[in-house]
């Protein structure tokens, strides 16, 4: 089964009403007619000059980073979500980063050539008037799903030779010893014996790394909208308290970000009183307490699908209680030390460190920890991560933990560099059944974080307009009355 057939191959066929007639495709008459007058409507990709020419300099890089290996990196496919509904297709990074193609089934193949390579894109022929598949194929039938984009139309919009996906197993079955990426079909590995290559994810991800200036103008643009997105939510406070829930909140973030962009960049996290210490609380079915902390962890995913990453936790009510004051001043202060660690030079643990220091001395003093603060951030301690389990930091970028193939030495055992950027998020959760609390401060959960530049002198801070002090965040909740979009 080739690669344009694949999704194609898992959809039942239309039914026609009645079982008893004929389907459609079978009847001349019908398909005849609907081969005929229909105007082409606008195919031409949304895909800007800048994007094209990030794109090209991507590929130039991996191929200066593995000359005279061949690569085959694939888009992939939409999952199925039930009998034949799918998901929304979201193109692999890896993909979109060499590309800026957000076609489905897509593949791109690099052949070495002189001293660098040749790039081909094949893409999926969409299924237009005077093929019966434009009116019975669910998955590319242009009447089912809209203008679909050609070979054509994407090499005019990227600046790439661009082939129809027909033409992909002959090309595959010339090539020896490609690297592989992406997400890979079913017959691309079984017929061409294509495997995913661990050498080809990790040299992407170490390229990925460091972003270029088109990148960082993505990222800029998504941790605008979503500080735009933060402000919407905070707006719909009372709506939630009253009936809408945290539902309420993810699903006006969600538009938020369909709005601007592609979308939230990962689930949306909205966490109301003791659902705020689950670090991944995505189902946001419970009530938004007034009197509770609401964390909210919310990104959104530009059309580009560049992802900004931003946590902050908020009184429901608009101010903080003492207990919950005293809580978000620690975790304030954690993360004023971790963001002092950013800067080019600094070894990436270095603010995992700081913020470490920070919190173990702050929960001896309050006498939570059953060992000296010393023992504690030993190696063979750790006892105050029972309320910090998760990392405190991460790389930003095409995913929310970008860069994630990259070896250790690139990635956690590497010096920070100019043009990174990443996300410094520390926390503090403490579960309502957590007996090892002080009652006053079970159900509690606080997480500050933000999107970080690395410059030539130290960092940007791009989320920098939402306060992390609790004066200041209460400010900013009273400011936002009545700003709606």
Same mark, same amino acid.
């Given at each position: 089964m080739n690669t344009s057939e694949q999704k194609t191959a898992s959809m039942p066929a239309p039914k026609t009403a009645d079982p008893k007639l004929p389907r459609l495709?079978?009847?001349?008459?019908?398909?005849?007619w609907m081969s005929q007058g229909w105007a082409d409507p606008e195919r031409t990709p949304a895909a800007t000059p800048d994007a094209a020419t990030a794109a090209a300099l991507h590929r130039s890089k991996l191929s200066a980073?593995? =000359?005279?290996? #061949?690569?085959?990196?694939?888009?992939?496919?939409?999952?199925?979500?039930?009998?034949?509904?799918?998901?929304?297709? &979201? =193109?692999?990074?890896?993909? @979109?980063?060499?590309?800026?193609c957000s076609a489905e089934g897509a593949v791109l193949v690099g052949t070495p050539a002189g001293g660098g390579h040749d790039f081909q894109l094949f893409v999926p022929a969409p299924a237009l008037p005077g093929d019966p598949k434009f009116f019975t194929s669910a998955a590319h039938g242009e009447l089912w799903?809209?203008?679909?984009?050609?070979?054509?139309?994407?090499?005019?919009?990227?600046? *790439?030779?661009?082939? =129809?996906?027909?033409?992909?197993?002959?090309?595959l079955a010339r090539l020896s010893g490609a690297e592989a990426a992406g997400n890979l079909s079913a017959s691309m590995i079984s017929t061409h014996g294509l495997k995913p290559s661990a050498t080809l994810s990790r040299t992407l991800s170490e390229l990925r790394l460091l972003k270029d200036p088109w990148e960082i103008t993505e990222l800029r643009n998504s941790v605008t909208h979503t500080i735009e997105g933060f402000s919407q939510v905070i707006n719909q406070i009372p709506t939630a308290i009253e009936g809408g829930g945290e539902r309420w909140l993810q699903g006006?973030?969600?538009?938020?970000?369909?709005?601007?962009?592609?979308?939230?960049?990962?689930?949306?996290?909205?966490?109301?009183?003791?659902?705020?210490?689950?670090?991944?609380?995505?189902?946001? /079915?419970?009530?938004?307490?007034?009197?509770?902390?609401?964390?909210?962890?919310?990104?959104?995913?530009?059309? #580009?699908?560049?992802?900004?990453?931003?946590?902050?936790?908020?009184?429901?009510?608009?101010?903080?209680?003492?207990?919950? &004051?005293?809580?978000?001043? +620690?975790?304030?202060?954690?993360?004023?030390?971790? +963001?002092?660690?950013?800067? =080019?030079?600094? /070894?990436?643990?270095?603010?995992?460190?700081?913020i470490?220091?920070?919190?173990?001395?702050?929960? #001896?003093?309050?006498?939570? *920890?059953?060992?000296?603060?010393?023992?504690?951030?030993?190696?063979?301690?750790?006892?105050? &991560?029972?309320? *910090?389990?998760?990392?405190v930091g991460h790389?930003?970028?095409?995913?929310?933990?970008?860069?994630?193939?990259?070896?250790?030495?690139?990635?956690?055992?590497?010096?920070?560099?100019?043009?990174?950027?990443?996300?410094?998020?520390?926390? @503090?959760?403490?579960?309502?059944?957590?007996?090892?609390?002080?009652?006053?401060? &079970?159900?509690?959960?606080?997480?500050?974080?933000?999107?970080? *530049?690395?410059?030539? #002198?130290?960092?940007?801070?791009?989320?920098?307009p939402l306060p992390i002090d609790a004066a200041g965040i209460e400010a900013w909740m009273a400011a936002q009355a009545g700003n709606k979009a």
């Open positions: 495709a079978e009847v001349p008459a019908f398909t005849e980073a593995l =000359p005279g290996v #061949s690569f085959v990196v694939a888009s992939g496919w939409a999952p199925v979500r039930s009998n034949d509904c799918f998901y929304d297709f &979201r =193109p692999h990074s890896d993909f @979109l980063w060499l590309t800026n799903v809209g203008a679909a984009h050609g070979p054509t139309h994407w090499e005019q919009a990227l600046g *790439l030779p661009t082939a =129809p996906m027909t033409a992909l197993d002959n090309v006006t973030f969600d538009r938020v970000a369909r709005t601007y962009g592609h979308g939230p960049g990962y689930a949306t996290i909205v966490g109301s009183a003791h659902h705020a210490p689950t670090l991944h609380w995505v189902r946001c /079915d419970g009530p938004v307490v007034e009197s509770e902390m609401l964390l909210l962890d919310m990104g959104v995913e530009e059309s #580009s699908f560049y992802t900004a990453d931003v946590t902050r936790t908020f009184p429901a009510n608009g101010k903080f209680t003492t207990a919950q &004051r005293e809580v978000h001043d +620690l975790v304030e202060k954690s993360h004023r030390a971790g +963001l002092a660690q950013i800067a =080019p030079g600094k /070894d990436f643990t270095d603010f995992h460190t700081a470490m220091e920070v919190i173990a001395n702050g929960l #001896s003093d309050w006498g939570m *920890l059953p060992v000296s603060v010393d023992e504690a951030l030993s190696p063979t301690g750790q006892h105050h &991560r029972r309320w *910090l389990v998760c990392g790389h930003l970028g095409l995913d929310v933990h970008d860069c994630a193939s990259a070896s250790y030495e690139e990635y956690q055992g590497a010096k920070l560099q100019e043009n990174m950027v990443l996300t410094v998020e520390p926390g @503090l959760y403490f579960h309502k059944h957590d007996e090892m609390v002080p009652p006053e401060l &079970r159900g509690m959960g606080v997480r500050l974080e933000d999107d970080l *530049l690395v410059t030539a #002198s130290g960092h940007e801070n791009l989320s920098d």
